[in-house]
């Protein structure tokens, strides 16, 4: 029987322990997001083994994971050539559209596709996938989120994630901002404080009363 743990987080910098209802969602790491990617995040290659020891710690203690990738057709909206703001990028089925090399996809991972036609971008992964159904279907409360791009989708992801009356942790050291203006990845930080996440470093966690 797995022990559902009422207890409260610890405070910051303390431990918290992961516990039944708890799911992680890791957020469009993909090739073209990393260096020398369509849209390379600086630094964004340094999130796939952080994430890699979260997604083991989820698999031991049998909680649900959840990879979202960006999945656009080739007139994407949100490419320049159709007057977006992007170079092309995450086509549907393309290599750039692959997760990161080194990036351990578990076997029984959610995999969510998102912004996958030509008319709507969608940063959220929660937008039009029926992510937060599954999720409630399977028993979440909350999610532990991480990923790529701190200031666009992964932002957009914990808003909506309390939108829905999630409760957030998001992993720092597990995610890293574009900074098309300098300064964005901190105020996505600061708005996701805001919006009521709670922020974490990965060390933190421990695979507890799950
Ligand atoms: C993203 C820009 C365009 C992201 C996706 O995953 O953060 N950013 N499409
Ligand atoms: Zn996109």
Redesign the pocket.
């Known amino acids: 029987m797995p022990q559902h743990s009422r207890t409260r987080p610890e405070p910051e910098g303390g431990r918290l322990a992961l516990r039944g209802g708890d799911a992680l969602v890791v957020v469009d790491v993909q090739r073209d997001f990393l260096p020398g990617g369509a849209l390379g995040v600086p630094d964004g290659d340094a999130v796939v083994p952080v994430l890699n020891r979260c997604m083991e710690l989820f698999l031991r203690v049998n909680l649900p994971i959840v990879l979202s990738r960006?999945w656009?057709p080739a007139d994407h909206c949100?490419f320049r050539a159709q007057g977006g703001p992007?170079p092309p990028?995450?086509i549907a089925a393309s290599p750039g559209a692959a997760f990161a090399p080194g990036l351990a996809v578990p076997e029984h991972a959610h995999i969510v596709s998102k912004?996958t036609t030509a008319v709507a971008?969608a940063y959220s992964a929660f937008q039009r996938t029926g992510l937060g159904e599954r999720l409630r279907s399977l028993g979440c409360g909350r999610l532990f989120i991480g990923g790529l791009a701190t200031d666009y989708c992964v932002l957009a992801t914990v808003r909506d994630a309390i939108g829905e009356g999630f409760d957030v942790v998001v992993l720092r050291d597990a995610m890293r901002a574009v900074n098309v203006h300098p300064g964005d990845g901190a105020r996505a930080e600061h708005d996701m404080t805001e919006a009521g996440a709670q922020l974490v470093t990965s060390k933190q966690l421990v695979g507890g009363g799950a």
């Open positions: 960006d656009h949100s992007w990028h995450c912004a971008d």
